[in-house]
């Protein structure tokens, strides 16, 4: 357990739905992120937030919209999702953000998938 | 803009052997981290071990050590005495500076018992 909570653990969705994923960190960290993992890709930062302030998008689509409510808390909003946005998201904190020395702690993930 | 090449999709050793992970990396930078990271079955990414661009030592954590070729852009993960629950995917990553995170493609590893 390194103190970051990912829900749910797996999701099954359709294109038309609309689902949130959930991260929670209970490491007094300032800095969050989201990552999507796909087979045989490199994982891919898609943001992040800074003392709930998102620092970085990275060219994600507007059918993934991000909300972090406060510093332990992260949420990834789904609606209209394509097949090929299937993958594992990650999430992650870590104390600061700019600083060489963080280190980053995982969640477990959730496994989506859109048919 | 820096990329991490993990050139061994898949690996697998019999146990209490020593099993060698290689990662290359291409940059322009000379002062940088490299790390190794692990993603057991429970899917939760822990580190591993990390190295000091700036250092001539190989980082070592225990079972785990590094072969680091600054010249050659090469960033090795040996795993000793290998065990049961060292079957996972493992994962090279390079950051420079300020900048996040870049990750390889990962190499899955199978401990065989």
């Known amino acids: 357990e390194t103190g970051v909570t990912q829900t749910p653990r797996h999701l099954v969705m359709g294109m038309t739905n609309k689902k949130s994923l959930k991260c929670e960190q209970h490491?007094?960290?300032?800095?969050m992120y989201w990552y999507k993992q796909s087979a045989k890709k490199p994982l891919e930062l898609m943001f992040v937030?800074?003392?709930?302030?998102?620092?970085e998008n990275n060219s994600v689509p507007s059918r993934f919209s991000p909300e972090c409510p406060n510093s332990s808390h992260l949420f990834l909003h789904l609606h209209t999702l394509q097949p090929e946005d299937s993958a594992l998201y990650l999430c992650?904190?870590?104390?600061?953000?700019?600083?060489?020395?963080?280190?980053?702690?995982f969640g477990s993930g959730t496994q989506l998938s859109v048919l | 803009a820096q990329t991490v090449t993990q050139s061994q999709p898949e690996m697998s050793v019999q146990e209490a052997e020593t099993v060698t992970l290689s990662c290359t990396y291409d940059?322009?930078?000379?002062?940088?981290?490299l790390f190794w990271y692990k993603q057991p079955p429970s899917r939760q990414m822990i580190l591993v071990i990390r190295q000091e661009a700036y250092k001539q030592q190989n980082a070592t954590e225990n079972r785990f050590s590094v072969n680091f070729q600054k010249a050659a852009k090469s960033f090795s993960l040996k795993i000793s005495d290998s065990q049961l629950g060292d079957t996972a995917m493992y994962f090279c990553a390079f950051m420079r500076g300020n900048e996040k995170l870049t990750f390889g493609t990962g190499t899955r590893l199978t401990i065989i018992p």
């Open positions: 992650a904190s870590s104390q600061d953000i700019g600083n060489i020395n963080e280190k980053l702690f």
């Open positions: 490491l007094g960290h300032n800095a």
């Open positions: 937030y800074n003392f709930k302030e998102q620092t």
């Open positions: 940059t322009s930078e000379n002062n940088y981290y």
